[in-house]
């Protein structure tokens, strides 16, 4: 089975962590997995770094700038993670957009993956109706999951749509922006998540973009199965270094 | 073969919409209704009658007597250089602003390299009385000083794109966060024949009104509906999709689309993508794209900011590939030459990116019962400053 879905059958609420790749050293990246598993963190989502990162805010733009700066690659970060699965043994998944991937060779990159050992994929800027017609099956060749994000204006017969072709999970866009921590959420976003759960979807749902602290990972909770904190991790994470990540992860739950 | 998109924006290989969800609502709703809002009576009627009396068209059709008779062969310009605002960029923007008070948009935005798009597009916000915020970056606004100060005297926000190069393609990031931001009440109108589907369709459908324009003039002048060649700059490739657009699956006529070499293909200085680039996605789009092995954009470089793209659009990437088009590249120097050539032999100081189309003219040889039309894409009063540096004219 899928690590992912073995992560979601524990039925807690799940905590994940976004970061860029190479960010804030090029050689974090094993020692910031190591960390956030000791932390108890359930799932780790590895940001690949690019130059146009469309759907990000200025916190995820800025370490993906500095990790490229670094000198971090797409071969760079698989030469890293080559041996991780000796003792990182919670799901993985890169999160990365689809010009560099295409550029690696996506049946490639699938396969370099597959022999890692990463559990999916999250690529934003790969629209379900293209990834359907022309790149699923490669995914499938190869075990990857692929998730896909729903927002608040995604229209009902899309997301039933999206929740008919999904594995892993669904990856609930907080509010309709780009990624970036917000202090709290007000009533229209937990209107949103209760108007989600209340669709009974049958692909569990994680709630990503805006999650800060303690306070927005309970109220993203509420409803659905965990949370992911990006922009907040590496804001932490630049100004207190690798070992202090338990204090971070400690804060949220 | 097919040279329009198909119904998912594809030209062949190239193309479709490449977005993050949370711009799957806009622009569903723009592919959804574009065809039909922009082929309805009252939108063609209301677009029809703003470019007659107010962007100025049609625009002429002049045979270019003098450099005819140097290069032995019959020279048509087709004078987009006299539309209002100084460039063919209007008829896209006036076409989009339409298209958003159909869709009740309150508020636009858009991205701009050297301004001229950014120009075009806050001056259809003051006609129709929107709210415009322009992206520029932040290296942009400091170079193009005139064109950020039109766009306020306009009524626009100019705001400064910081991230990556602070050039042209961040500017484009931005738009598209501001847009992921915004979803509901504002419209993004792009600039040129780039992005998702399917706005380099809708786009190259408002410039079309060039080649429409081309075609009945030729018949009154050449008593024939078609030229030999039609020649344009490319950057992202609007003027130049406008001037082809009639004329794409008319294969007597050969297509020469014109890229800038900047200091030279070789020279790590360029912006000729077509030679340069490999097939990615850049801004939503499938396409030919300059990028690094592991698929990070890199910038591109041209003395116009109007060609300093590293995309190009999905449709020139096709007419490429399936060899459609002739593409040929044309290095800074070659390009500023001409500049003052146009203007001394013709009387018309072009655009820096209009100059360089014009250089074909020494690099491939026409015949002496050839036509000839060259997009005369904008007018050079933006690029004094660079024209007054490069000729030492203090």
Not at chain 1, 72 to 95: A, G, V, Y
Request: a negative charge; glycine letters at 8%.
């Amino acid at each position: 089975m899928n690590r992912i879905d073995q992560t979601f059958k524990k039925n807690k609420k799940l905590l994940s962590i976004y970061f860029s790749a190479g960010h804030p050293e090029l050689e974090d990246t094993v020692p910031i997995l190591e960390t956030l598993q000791d932390s108890g963190v359930d799932m780790v989502e590895i940001g690949l770094p690019f130059s146009d990162p469309l759907a990000d805010g200025p916190t995820i733009q800025e370490s993906s700038t500095c990790a490229l700066r670094n000198g971090m690659t797409t071969e760079k970060l698989f030469d890293q993670l080559e041996n991780i699965r000796e003792n990182i043994h919670i799901p993985l998944i890169l999160m990365g957009y689809f010009n560099p991937i295409m550029q690696y060779g996506i049946e490639r990159f699938c396969q370099k993956c597959q022999s890692i050992g990463i559990d999916g994929l999250i690529i934003p800027d790969l629209p379900i109706d293209l990834y359907h017609e022309y790149h699923k099956e490669v995914f499938d060749k190869y075990n990857l999951y692929n998730m896909f994000l729903i927002t608040p204006h995604t229209p009902e017969a899309r997301i039933n749509f999206i929740d008919s072709i999904s594995n892993g999970f669904i990856y609930m866009v907080s509010s309709a922006s780009v990624t970036g921590a917000q202090k709290t959420f007000g009533k229209i976003q937990e209107d949103y998540f209760k108007r989600i759960a209340n669709m009974k979807l049958s692909t569990p749902q994680i709630v990503g973009f805006g999650i800060s602290n303690a306070n927005t990972y309970q109220v993203a909770t509420k409803y659905c199965s965990g949370g992911i904190i990006g922009s907040a991790f590496i804001k932490f994470l630049e100004k207190n270094g690798v070992a202090a990540i338990p204090k971070f992860i400690k804060s949220i739950r | 073969m097919k040279y329009q998109a198909d119904n998912k924006g594809f030209y062949g290989e190239f193309g479709g919409a490449y977005i993050p969800e949370m711009l799957y609502p806009n622009i569903e709703e723009l592919r959804q209704n574009y065809i039909q809002i922009s082929e309805s009576d009252s939108f063609q009627k209301e677009f029809q009658s703003l470019l007659t009396n107010y962007v100025g068209r049609p625009t002429p059709l002049y045979f270019a007597e003098s450099l005819s008779e140097k290069y032995n062969t019959k020279i048509y310009l087709k004078r987009e250089d006299l539309c209002h605002t100084g460039a063919h960029k209007v008829n896209n923007t006036i076409g989009q602003i339409l298209m958003a008070k159909r869709l009740n948009k309150k508020r636009i935005i858009a991205e701009t390299g050297a301004g001229q798009h950014g120009v075009a597009t806050a001056t259809v916000c003051a006609l129709m009385g929107l709210e415009c915020v322009i992206y520029m970056g932040s290296l942009d606004i400091q170079r193009q000083a005139p064109n950020v100060a039109r766009m306020k005297m306009l009524g626009a926000e100019v705001k400064a794109a910081k991230s990556g190069s602070k050039t042209l393609k961040d500017a484009t990031n931005e738009a598209i966060r501001d847009w992921i931001n915004n979803p509901v009440d504002t419209h993004y109108i792009i600039g040129s024949v780039v992005g998702p589907h399917p706005y380099p369709d809708m786009v190259a459908r408002f410039q079309s009104v060039i080649s429409a324009e081309t075609q009945a003039q030729l018949l009154e002048k050449e008593n024939r509906e078609y030229p030999d060649h039609v020649i344009a700059c490319v950057g992202g490739g609007s003027n130049a999709a406008g001037l082809y657009y009639h004329f794409l699956e008319n294969l007597q006529v050969n297509i020469i689309a014109v890229e800038a070499a900047g200091k030279g293909i070789n020279s790590g200085a360029s912006a000729a993508t077509s030679v340069l680039g490999k097939e990615g996605i850049i801004h939503g789009s499938k396409t030919l794209l300059m990028q690094t092995l592991d698929g990070q954009i890199t910038e591109p470089y041209s003395i116009s900011a109007g060609l300093d793209y590293p995309g190009v659009g999905p449709m020139h990437a096709h007419l490429f590939r399936s060899k459609r088009a002739e593409f040929i590249s044309i290095p800074d120097q070659e390009a500023m030459d001409w500049g003052l050539t146009l203007s001394q032999m013709e009387g018309i100081i072009p655009a820096i990116e209009t100059a360089h189309a014009f250089a074909v003219l020494d690099v491939r040889k026409f015949y002496p019962d050839e036509v000839i039309v060259f997009n005369c894409s904008g007018r050079g009063d933006k690029d004094l400053d660079t024209y007054i540096d490069h000729f030492k004219l203090k």
